[in-house]
Every structure is written in C-alpha cells, then in structure tokens.
C-alpha cells in the first residue's frame, strides 16, 4: 500500500521562450555613470550583433515562477530517501550554503593578492590536512573539479612518478565492478585497460592478480568498498603483488563514506586516490554538480601534484609555482573553493568522532536493509556489505519485471529509485544507499514498499511494469530522445 | 535495528574488517562545533581576506552583480538536492532547465547544440581538442598565445599523455590580435584543431573569420574560447567557429577564489556524436506529453566505459542554473545593456589609462605603467584600498610593464576616477629616477 504520498494538483509551465514577449523585462541596471559608448565604433561595426534571436524576454514575477513551477516537477532529498547506490545522496545542510556566500570568501578573485586571500589559503589549507588525516595519505591537491577528473589527475601522478623511474608502462587494470569513468580515464591518460574478473564473492581474486600484474602494468584502479558495498579485505596483499612489481595502488574514493573513522586507504596500501567531496562530504549535489574531486598521495608523488601549491613561509600562505616535476595544472586557479568552503564547514559540524558516527551510521542503515529485504529479493553475493547492499531482480524478472521497473514504481510510492542495473557484474541490479541521513522511520517506509513492490510483481506484474502513475510526466520514451535528437528549442 | 542486523552493538557491523586495515585511534581531528562557531569560523577566514576593496581585476573571473533571483532559485531545495536526472520523470525540473539553458547557449553562441556543462572554461578547451581530434582523425593542436594562460596550460597537461602535440602561435605587438602568418607558417597537414580566444586574454575581439578560413584550409577545426560571456551580448556570436568553449564565470557566478563555475562546449549539428559531456533532449512520455531526458548517452562513460569521448561525470549542474537564471533575468534587452554598460566603463577608463593595443577591446584592457613596475603601483593602490590590474609579467615576459585592467559595470566613476588619481601620483618614480 501507498502510505508516504498522495497526490496533488502541479502547475504547468511552458518553455521561457514560448512565455516571452518582446519589451518585458525582469532586470535593473543603475543609470550609466559615464558617457555612453557607441558600440559601432568602440568595436567596429562588423562585430556588432543584432539582437539575441529568441533569447527570453519575461518578466520578475514570470521568472520566479518559471523556475519554481520547474523546480515542483524533481524530487530531492530534501523531499524524502534518495537511495542511489554509489552516490552517497545524504542531507546537504544548509549551513554550509550559508559560509560559502560570506562576501570576502564568495567574492575574492583568484587573482588578488596573497596578502588578501590569506583566508582562503587558510581554509584550503585546513581542507588539504583534514583530508590527509582522514585518508592516511601523506599530501592532497584540490585542484581537480570533480570525481573523474581527480582520477584522472591521480592516473597522470601515477604515469609521472613511473615515467621519472624510467617506464610510465602501458596498462591500468580495472576490476568488472568498476565505475565507468575509471576506465574512460585510463584511456585519456594513455593507458590500455585491461578488465580483470571480480572472484565468486564479489572482490579482487589476489592469486589471479598475481598471475596478470606484470612489468607493463602501471596501476590497478579499484574501489573499496567496492560497487556491492563490500569491503576488498585482500586490499593489503593486493597492494603487495603490485608494489613488488613496481605497479601502484589507485582508489576511487566514492565510496569512502563507508570508511571515515573506521580505516584509512593510506593505511592499507594505497598510493594515490581521489574523494568526491559531493558525495561524503555533503555538498549539495545541485541536479549533477558542481563536485570537489581531491587526490590524496603518499610522499613519493608529492612533487608531481599540480601546480601551484599552498606552501608556508614566514607566518602566511603563499602559492608555489616553482615545481619542476608537477604534471601541470589540471584546472584554471586552485579548485573548486566553494566547494572546498561548504565541505570544511561539514568536517567542522562533525568533529572526528561525528564522521565516525556518520559511517557507523550509514553502515548500519544498508545493513539493516539488506536484512529486512533478503527475504524478497535475490542476493547474488553474500558477503558482508557496508554502506550500500545490491540485489538482483532475478525472482522477478522470473515474472516479467526487471530492475528498472521495479525502480519506476518506487516512484509512486513517493522514493527516488536506487541504482538501477550497475555494477555490471550483477545481472539486473538494484544498488541501495540509504546514507546515514536516514532515521528508521524513512528506512521502514522503504522497506515497506520494496516488499510490497515484490509483491505486486508476484500478483500484478503489468501494473509494476507500466509504473509510475502518480507522476505528472508518465514514462518518458528515451528511445525516440536518442533516435532523432532535439537538444534546443526552435520557434 | 542492532537486532534485525544481528549485531550487539554497531561496533560489530565491522568485524568482518581485518585486523590490519582498522584505525585503532580516534581520528586527529578537533571535536564537532556548532552552527553559530562554524559561521564565526568562516566569517573570521573571510575577514583575513580582506574584503572592501575596488579591484580592477579581470583576466578570466569578472566581477559582475548577481540578480537575487539567482540564489532565490539555486536555493530552492529541488534543485539543489537532486541528483543527475537520470530518472526522467521525478526530474523534469532539472531537465528542462538543462533544455533552456542549451537552448540559450546556442541562441547565444551562434551554435546548433550546447552541452549541459563541462567543469569549467579552462578544462572546456582540452575537451575542445580531443574532440577536434576525434573529427578529424588529427592529433595537433595549435593554440594562440593570446588565449588565457592558465587554459592554455590545462591543455598542455591534458595532451602531454596523449600523444596530442601542442604548439602555440603569436600575437601581433601593435594590435594585440591573433598573428595570422605565424598560424598559416604553423599549420601542417597534421594539425585537427586552431584555438584562438575572444575577447582574447588581452580583453581584444580577435580576427575569428581569418582564423576559420586559415583552419578549415587546411583540414583542421577552429575552436573559439571565451572567458568573458557579458561580450556575447554585444559582440558577433563566433558563428564561423566549429566548437565553441566557454566559460559563464560571467554569469552570476561568485569568483569565489576560482571555483566553481560552469564550461560549455557548443558546436555544430554534424559533429554531435563527438561532443564530451551531458546532453538533454526532447521527447515524450507515455501519455503523449512532452518530456526530457538524458539523451545520446552511448558517448558517456556510464556506457561506453573506456571508448567514451569523455570520462566526465559529475558537471556543473547547479552552476549552469546560476547562469540559466541571470540569462532569463537579464534577457534580450538587459543583456544588450549590460554589455553597452562594460564598453563604455572600460573606454572611460581607458581615456586615462592608453591601452598598450589598438585592437578593439570590450571590457579590459593592456596599460603599459610609467615609471615603475605594475606590480610596484600596485602595492601603492593598495594602500588606498585598490586592488589594481594584473601585472602581465609572469605570463608574458615582453608585457612585464603592463597590467591588464577591467571595468564592469560594477566599476563605478568615482571608483576609476581614484584608480587614475592614485596611479598618476608618482612619487615612487621620482624617487626612481632621482
């Protein structure tokens, strides 16, 4: 039965450009203060424009209500659970929106000088040694924007710090658990990439990675806890086999929600690694970013990190430009300090006992799962999961109803869907992350509509299979999206 | 829940842990605080910064005001807390202003598609070449130096691993404009893209129809930068470019030491299935209505895993709205204005302050400093509260006399009419001289 929600009247909303009309207007400018230029003139006529064809013209209150109208049409997790496997989807608090948008952090220039952004440098660097405590690494950059482009600042350390000893070597290996931007960051920092199979419990099968891990391999690129949610407890010998052949260790940290304050990468091996600070960190994910994608090394590839670096000297913060072996910049300025600003006041709120707690919590919560839905759902792997549990929809795509739909019709029962159909190693996926944002009230009223889900799928198949009702837009054919794409409006 | 987990205590739940793998101490790190002691924390950092002061700075982050509907909208809690829309029908919010804001870039851009975003400008235009290289089937870039050197530098990280040769090309001292004959020397049969930015790093509209015409001669893409997006309110979309890559700081985004904002990349029909990124697209739903969704994802790594154009993920979802939102408010006739408004605030000042250039130039400029350094000059400005241009030396050694200045219309008279009074007073040269 269908408790959380119920359905309510949503308004409709056209496109801006279909509810613009010529001469409105939703902007003030303050009366020039110097002469007026003639445009002609100043930039040669040639490269003058004529009006914006079609750009809109609304006014204040038709925009407002424009993007509110929208913003009715998402859910979020300011609505309720959002339980996607992988993408650690926990509360953003507000807080942190609020120190991010002081003045002197929101408008300094990354230009300005340094003896008036030492505030700024003071922040990344309290960023840069909290990270490090809690990785165990020895160094951290916080160049990179995102996730994938940490990994990819994490594979070129690896490529420079190799190509220094002699040979950047030729393969990343990936387990078949991986995201898919670890292999698509293999490739553009020139790697081959070689997939290795994940052994019968679902981690890395060390004996056949000593067999493969040879003089060509530059890294293994593995994710712990891995894509089901389990812990690679062969991570030490791992590292072994491949640091006696000279191959590195890479960890992508998306899942280190599980870990804060329970084990730390640089402890168990690791040599370079990213974190995904929209992910544990809890910064607002914002409909698909922006993100923060730190990397944490150990000493040896510290002189490789991107330039510049934050360096102490005589009692204030300076940029280090001067670093002969740094693989370059990989991004304009420093990072995505914004970001970096909301995810310190997160580390700030919690103290090292409250991100332990937070883990504990959010592993707690998929374990709790995991046990009351073993009974409806297939578990393709049984060892002990963390912060995440993945079910396949094997009894009931025995009836005709597989992940996705299954996913469709938690919808109606007023949740985000999990993670559907990832990883790849288990066939018709469904990847659960409750967080350690969720209470047992939320958690129960999921469970009670998985397992009613389960059942419908037993007594009425069609009716999971043609989900969801309680939506303003029913399911959206994304097939004729792809088959004649329509990526802008046209009058 | 210990009970239905089958765990005395929570402890437990990680048991199955090794020995060797756990942290047997507390981490090093000061207990929790509370909201009010977080604020004071930051407000404390934003005070070392040293706020209130005017700043000529520009140089690819512009001080621009930012409407209140802006944070009024990012700050609605849908948008903010939602993820990447891939389920379409929870997520039409998201969706649809990712569809408006392709549109906008393309109406903007003199495009046929945008895409939802890219990290930034600079990472904008490594993405740029790669996908000129994958058009083509040719490898070598050649960028202008008259490009922003931090961008330009991103794309020497990105195409050092790549096998991708870049090489850069000159400027002309008079004009501050793209050398020609130096591109047309430096063009080979191996080169898939030309890059060139304008405004350029300078603040000067470069030569983009001499530029296309030298590239697709000879085989090659052209790809147009920009990190000044107010300019396209004025300024001829790059109509002739095959891939524009941009940067919309410009765009009520905070500069925020430098992060983040939101990249595009926008380009022509035919080359669509090379594009990097997200894209959204029209459809409908079951019901016949009309609906979006993610869309040509088999370039994206989720699916394409290392055969992807890309290996971008996470975008700049919330960001691209900020600019989204100050397009709709701004629209066809404030954006007009506002551009009018920086042309004629950076040719004020630049009655006082000659530009080293002849090239024409929107809102900065090149000044060459009299008699003493500009980093000297600076450091005198601040005295008087007066962040000053920025000196060009460490990017460009023959400008080591020079500063690139910026008005925007934040830059009010009285405040350009300091900087001149200020920078006029020499004391420092006559000491210098004598």
């Keep these: 039965m269908i408790t959380k929600v119920r359905n309510h009247p949503s308004q409709n909303e056209a496109l801006l450009f279909e509810r613009s009309s010529p001469g409105k207007k939703a902007y003030q400018l303050p009366a020039l203060d110097v002469p007026p230029v003639d445009a002609a003139e100043a930039l040669g006529a040639a490269n003058v424009r004529a009006g914006i064809e079609g750009f809109p013209e609304v006014s204040e209150v038709e925009a407002i209500r424009h993007f509110t109208r929208l913003s009715t049409w998402n859910y979020a997790i300011d609505h309720g659970m959002y339980p996607l496997g992988s993408c650690t989807m926990k509360y953003n608090p507000r807080i942190n929106e609020l120190v991010a948008r002081i003045d002197g952090l929101a408008w300094s220039h990354p230009y300005q000088p340094e003896a008036l952004a030492q505030g700024s440098m003071e922040v990344m660097a309290r960023v840069e040694a909290a990270l490090a405590e809690i990785t165990g690494m020895d160094a951290v950059t916080l160049q990179p ?12 350390l690896i490529r420079a710090l190799l190509e220094k000893r002699g040979n950047p070597r030729k393969k990343i290996l990936i387990p078949d658990s991986a995201h898919g931007t670890n292999p698509a960051t293999a490739a553009i920092a020139g790697y081959m990439v070689q997939n290795i199979k994940s052994s019968d419990t679902g981690v890395l099968d060390v004996s056949a990675l000593d067999q493969i891990v040879d003089r060509d391999v530059a890294a293994l690129m593995v994710t712990n806890p891995n894509t089901l949610g389990v812990f690679e407890h062969n ?130 919560n998929a374990v709790y799962i995991r046990k009351q839905l073993e009974p409806y759902f297939d578990l393709p792997y049984s060892s002990p999961n963390m912060h995440e549990v993945v079910f396949s929809d094997h009894r009931q795509a025995a009836l005709g109803v597989h992940t996705g739909d299954i996913a469709k019709r938690l919808i109606d029962y007023g949740f985000h869907p999990y993670t559907v159909s990832f990883p790849l190693i288990v066939h018709g996926a469904l990847m659960i992350e409750p967080t350690e944002t969720e209470g047992k009230l939320e958690l129960d009223e999921f469970v009670g509509a998985m397992i009613s889900i389960a059942k419908e799928a037993e007594t009425e198949p069609q009716l999971v299979k043609n989900a969801p009702y309680g939506t303003r837009t029913s399911r959206v054919d994304e097939v004729a999206a792809a088959r004649k794409p329509v990526l802008r409006w046209k009058p | 829940m210990l009970e239905v987990c089958g765990v005395a205590s929570p402890e437990e739940l990680f048991s199955h842990l090794p020995e060797a793998v756990r942290l047997a101490r507390p981490l090093n790190l000061p207990p929790g605080i509370s909201e009010y002691e977080i604020v004071d924390y930051f407000r404390a950092r934003a005070d070392e910064n040293l706020a209130g002061f005017t700043s000529f700075l520009g140089a690819g982050v512009y001080r621009h005001f930012r409407p209140v509907l802006v944070d009024t909208v990012v700050s609605r809690g849908e948008f903010l807390t939602s993820y990447t829309p891939y389920q379409a029908e929870i997520a039409q919010g998201t969706l649809t202003t990712i569809f408006e804001f392709q549109t906008m870039i393309c109406q903007l851009t003199g495009m046929d598609v945008a895409n939802a975003s890219m990290y930034d400008g600079s990472t904008a235009v490594p993405e740029a070449a790669m996908m000129a290289a994958r058009v083509t089937g040719k490898g070598r870039a050649l960028i202008a130096r008259s490009a922003h050197p931090e961008y330009r530098e991103v794309l020497r990280t990105y195409a050092r691993y790549q096998g991708m040769p870049v090489e850069e090309f000159g400027y002309l001292s008079e004009t501050g404009t793209i050398d020609l004959e130096d591109l047309e020397r430096k063009m080979d049969s191996l080169t898939g893209a030309v890059i060139i930015q304008s405004p350029n790093f300078f603040g000067i509209v470069d030569q983009v129809k001499a530029a296309a015409e030298i590239a697709h001669r000879r085989g090659a893409l052209l790809v147009v930068v920009f990190t000044e997006a107010v300019s396209l309110g004025i300024l001829e979309p790059p109509a002739e470019a095959d891939i524009v890559a941009g940067e919309l700081q410009s765009f009520a985004i905070s500069p925020s030491y430098g992060g983040p904002y939101a990249g595009i990349i926008a380009t022509k029909e035919k080359f669509i299935r090379q594009m990097p990124g997200r894209l959204v697209g029209q459809t409908v739903d079951s019901r016949g209505n009309r609906a979006f969704c993610l869309t040509l994802a088999t370039r994206e790594q989720h699916i394409r895993r290392e055969k992807a154009t890309s290996n971008i993920c996470t975008n700049q979802a919330l960001i691209a709205l900020m600019a989204a939102v100050f397009m709709t408010v701004y629209g066809k006739q404030g954006l007009r204005e506002l551009a009018e408004q920086n042309l004629a605030k950076a040719h004020y000042l630049a009655a006082k302050f000659p530009p080293r250039f002849q090239g024409k130039f929107f809102n900065e400029f090149v000044a060459r400093v009299e008699g003493r350094t500009p980093e000297e000059l600076n450091r005198a400005l601040l005295k008087h509260k007066i962040i000053g241009g920025l000196p060009l030396g460490r990017f460009y050694p023959e400008l080591a006399d020079s500063m690139l200045l910026c008005a925007t219309e934040m830059s009010r008279r009285t405040d350009m009419d300091a900087l001149v009074a200020q920078s006029a007073t020499l004391p420092a040269a006559k000491e210098v001289l004598a």
């Design chain 1, 145 to 156: 924007a995102a996730g994938a482009h940490g990994e990819l600042t994490g594979i070129l």
């Design chain 1, 235 to 364: 991570i030490i010998q791992a590292a072994e086999i491949l640091h006696k052949k000279g191959a590195m260790l890479y960890m992508d940290g998306a899942n280190m929600n599980a870990l804060v304050g329970i084990a730390r990468p640089g402890d168990f091996g690791v040599d370079v690694m990213h974190l995904n600070l929209h992910k544990t960190f809890s910064t607002p994910h914002g409909g698909g970013g922006p993100g923060a994608g730190p990397v944490a090394v150990k000493k040896a590839f510290e002189p490789f990190l991107p330039a510049p670096r934050l360096k102490r000297s005589a009692r204030k913060w300076t940029w280090d430009y001067k670093r002969k072996h740094s693989i370059g910049r990989v991004k304009a300025f420093y990072g995505n300090f914004g970001v970096l600003v909301r995810a310190l006041a997160y580390i700030l709120a919690h103290g090292g006992e409250g991100l332990r707690n937070a883990t504990v919590d959010a592993v707690l």
